[in-house]
């Protein structure tokens, strides 16, 4: 509630999440029947010059890739609107893979975060 904004729905007063949180939680929805991608790139093209990046950035934690993969995604499909990301974002993100790949460390499972079972082969079970 810290971040949202009021606003009326159906003549009442509520509180709306901002598109930063849309955004966040969007990237973490990836099912094979569904995929959230195409709100994200829209919300950053409609909104992304009044993003607060630094937050989005700090928010991701860890799962910063999922951004970056999204960012690499809008870029693909709006090239004339790179500007609605900050530069800073995007010259940070991908050094920060860069490094990553650099100094990785095996994980639990090193194929997967987990998101596969044993219906897939090869996957990572819980």
């Given at each position: 509630m810290r971040y949202s904004r009021p606003s009326i729905l159906a003549a009442t007063p509520v509180r709306v999440a901002p598109?930063?949180?849309?955004?966040?939680?969007?990237?973490?929805?990836?099912?094979?029947?569904?995929?959230?991608?195409?709100?994200?790139?829209?919300?950053?093209l409609c909104l992304g010059d009044t993003l607060d990046w630094e937050r989005i950035v700090r928010r991701m934690g860890e799962n910063w890739p999922l951004l970056l993969a999204q960012l690499v995604m809008f870029n693909y499909v709006y090239p004339g609107h790179r500007s609605n990301v900050p530069s800073w974002v995007m010259d940070t993100l991908p050094r920060a893979w860069g490094a990553a790949s650099a100094a990785s460390k095996p994980r639990r499972c090193a194929r997967c975060r987990g998101m596969g079972g044993p219906a897939i082969s090869g996957g990572c079970g819980p």
């Amino acid at each position: 509630m810290r971040y949202s904004r009021p606003s009326i729905l159906a003549a009442t007063p509520v509180r709306v999440a901002p598109a930063e949180e849309l955004i966040w939680h969007r990237l973490f929805i990836g099912e094979r029947h569904r995929h959230d991608m195409s709100d994200i790139v829209h919300l950053i093209l409609c909104l992304g010059d009044t993003l607060d990046w630094e937050r989005i950035v700090r928010r991701m934690g860890e799962n910063w890739p999922l951004l970056l993969a999204q960012l690499v995604m809008f870029n693909y499909v709006y090239p004339g609107h790179r500007s609605n990301v900050p530069s800073w974002v995007m010259d940070t993100l991908p050094r920060a893979w860069g490094a990553a790949s650099a100094a990785s460390k095996p994980r639990r499972c090193a194929r997967c975060r987990g998101m596969g079972g044993p219906a897939i082969s090869g996957g990572c079970g819980p």
